[in-house]
């Protein structure tokens, strides 16, 4: 009967449902050696194990020599062989519940069911050993990024070729770690450094790495730590220590092995150690290659090789000078003669050339050239550690703007950070409320003013204009020797105090609150709190927002601030704020946006010169008490507040307002509603505003009032607050857009046009892109329906520069139809993302039209055609 039954088990697992791709000797002979099977098993698993480890020893050498990171291949590969193990692990446990399968009486059924199981994993063994041979180049993916290139521009005169060929070598030179290039400020130190980036970019024998970091004045321990971090990728938490981000940076940077970090500017000397710089002379490894303008910061950096970077010479002096300032100015001898005075004068310096030849530039009457090199022979600044020679020259520059407003203007500029960017929209709007563009007349009238004052110290290179990819708006940037003399101006007279951007934790001390002193500028610091009664009867400026003064206000700290006109507070931690504030009559600015915790504000009835509110982002809950006083408002801004009831604001009273925004406020019920109260407010010259839905938009463009405006935000349905949206804008989140017999229902000025998860448009309304023709911006995101952008009806989009699409999962293309020539002929940026039916983007025809596009960027696109 055993027999029998064994037979039975047999033809069971032969025939049934043991078969498998096992041919039929090998599941017999299980039969006779099971054990055996087993421990081949085991065996082949213990040399995958040892493959791996091998595999991951190799990963870890990549990572920490190179900072390379396995490709996707290996990651499939040791996920699979954990997988393995994981199950073969579990396995041995089956194995000790079964050993009758093994020895003693067999079970032959079981024993070929587990020796089928033994074969299969066998086969996944040896498939896994076999795919672990990988080829060196295909174990880890490609090197990270070298380092980035920089603008640069080309180098001036003889001096600086030779430093820069001396630099060369010294990194080339095995036996320097350190290197140290120092001159005068403005004397090219930053060019030459750039240019040795650029050039090691270009190459790829020498470094693996080049790491470029901007130090400035103020830079302390941790920022440079930090600005280091941020360059090579590596992330400190917010509790790490300066040991620990040493430790940090330390390991980070021996893993790349060759590398060269590139310091410029640097103003204090730091030890390595402390910052993390893994540079010694018993490892040659890394180089370090600084710049500074003093050769004691050489010295206490250790540096091995010291470069000096002098002026130029005479005449590579004269020939830059003679670059900038135009080659028809020199047309006449007598003018030639002293513009060789003035360009001697500079004292050979690149930025003192470059600045006074531009301020110069194209001046043909000679007594405006014996003036400047009058003044130059005579000008005379102090600056601590700078020769007076070099803020001769700055001053200089200065002195030559051609007004005192606009003298003013530039001033206010070295109020912001060291090497802040400067949005240009937010300086213009500090002139005017301080009152630098005059008392009178419209605030769009004194922005267009600002803008051509902006525009005059961009041309006279007092300020520089900094592109930021993607965005809109205008940012400016004043060069550090440049804002150094300013305040050295405004020093002399006590009529500046600037600490920002310091990380001060405790407010000036009184004694350092003069009498005599007009702008105080404390933003971007950390002070906990207002804890003093400065006595500053001239004070017309108070600077103190990305503050967190969440330990209050002390009530008497406005007390003698009789005269203050310009008070902000925004992005500060604030809870209420004192009583003292309500008695500053001569305020014309209160600037609160963003305090987080801000819920009250004391009675404004008293406030009567007001002509800026902002409560932007505060949680307020009911408007200030005293609003209906405030007859001189020009700009008032409750954007996403938790005010209610906006309809029962004053509006009426207020007969200069010319700026309004009220973007997301809860609603109100009952009548008046919002857009009611809008046509009565005639001098409103710029409204940002949200509508909750299309409806209450046709009746307020019905209304017409929409004409009067020059600059515009209209926001329909439910915004998303991550979403920027510039001036000129409409823009529709979550309704339905049907479409208008009349074209002209909407204003022909839009400027920026932003849809989102509007779920029934199949293209865009033909009616916004006839009414859109200086349509420049454009976003359409999470719009199921939309099939296609254009369609040939449609306009042309003939200023359109930026177009992104995202999240339109039915798009087959741009453009339905023959669309007409010129479609998108402006178009420079296009970006489309996970739009999972497209497969062609742009016609043929169209795409060949597209000569000023620059970028293009197609991402998570499943079906798209390369």
Known sequence: ???????????????????????????????????????????????????????????????????????????????????????????EGEIQAKKKCLCGFPNYYSRLKLGNYVSRKIHEVDNLLEQSKFPGSSLVSLLPEK????????????????????????????????????????????????????????????????????????????????????????????????????????????????????????????????????????????????????????????????????????????????????????????????????????????????????????????????????????????????????????????????????????????????????????LIKYWVWEGLLGRSGSQIDKMKLGEMILNELISTCMLESVYQHGSTDKYLKMHDLIRDMVIALTRDNS?????????????PVENEWHPDLERVSLMRNDISSLCCEPKCPKLGTLLLQYNSIDKGILPTFFR??????????????????????????????????????????????????LRVLDLTYTPIQHMPEGMDMLQNLRHLSLSYTRISGAPNLPLINYKFLESLSLICLLESTGRPTLVDVLPSCRSLLELEVSFSCMQEFDRYIMSGHWSWLENFKFLIGYPISSMHIGKNSVAFFGVDIYERLDPGWLPDRVIELAIHSCPSSAHLPVFLTAAASKLQRCTIQYCEQMESIMVAESGTFPNLEWLEIDGLSKLNGLCKGIVPAGTLSSLKVLHVRACNSLKTLLPLELGRHLRNLVEIKIENCEKFQK
């Open 147 to 426: 380092g980035k290139a920089l603008p640069s521009s080309a180098l001036v005169g003889e001096t600086a070729t030779i430093v820069l060929q001396r630099t060369w070598e010294y990194l080339m030179d095995i036996n320097t770690q350190i290197i140290g290039i120092y001159g005068m400020g403005g004397v090219g130190k930053t060019s030459i450094v750039k240019e040795i980036n650029n050039m090691l970019l270009k190459e790829d024998t020498h470094f693996d790495n080049v790491i470029w970091v901007t130090a400035s004045k103020d830079s302390n321990m941790g920022k440079l730590q930090k600005d280091i971090a941020k360059e090579i990728g590596l992330c400190f938490d917010d509790e790490d220590g300066e040991m620990r981000r040493a430790r940090k940076l330390f390991e980070a940077l021996r893993r790349r092995r060759k590398f060269l970090l590139i310091i410029d500017d640097l103003w204090e000397a730091f030890s390595l150690e402390n910052i993390g710089i893994p540079i010694s002379t018993t490892v040659r490894a890394g180089k370090l290659l600084i710049t500074t303008r003093s050769l004691r910061v050489c010295r206490k950096m250790e540096a091995e090789r010291e470069i000096e970077l002098h002026v130029l010479s005479q005449q590579e002096a004269w020939d830059l000078f003679k670059q900038k300032v135009g080659e028809e100015v020199l047309s006449s001898p007598r003018v030639q003669d002293i513009a060789k005075k003035v360009a001697k004068e500079c004292g050979g310096l690149p930025l003192a050339l470059i600045t006074i030849g531009r301020a110069m530039r194209n001046e043909t009457k000679i007594k405006y050239w014996q003036t400047a090199l009058s003044e130059l022979r005579n000008s005379t600044a102090s600056i601590e550690g700078m020769t007076n020679q070099v803020f001769a020259q700055l001053r200089f520059s200065y002195d030559r703007l051609k007004d005192d407003v606009t003298r003013s203007c530039f001033l206010y500029c070295a109020l912001y950070p060291e090497d802040h960017l400067i949005e240009a929209e937010e």
């Open 495 to 507: 009529s500046f105090m600037v600490k920002s951007g310091l990380v001060l934790r405790v407010l």
């Open 1 to 91: 009967m055993e027999i029998a039954g064994a037979v039975a088990s047999m033809v069971q697992c032969l025939f049934g449902e043991c078969s498998s791709t096992v041919s039929i000797p090998e599941q017999c002979s299980y039969l006779r050696r099971p054990k055996d099977a087993v421990q081949i098993l085991r065996e082949k698993t213990e040399l995958l194990t040892a493959r791996e480890a091998d595999v991951r020893t190799k990963l870890d050498e990549e990572k920490m020599f190179r900072g390379m990171d396995p490709t996707a291949e290996v990651n499939l590969w040791l996920n699979n062989v954990q997988k393995v193990k994981v199950t073969l692990a579990s396995f």
């Open 560 to 609: 003698h601030l009789q005269k203050l006109e310009v008070l902000d507070l925004s992005y500060t931690g604030i809870d209420n704020l004192p009583e003292s504030l309500s008695h500053l009559e001569s305020l014309h600015a209160l600037l609160l946006r963003s305090c987080w915790n801000l819920w009250c504000v004391p009675t404004l009835a008293k406030l009567k010169k």
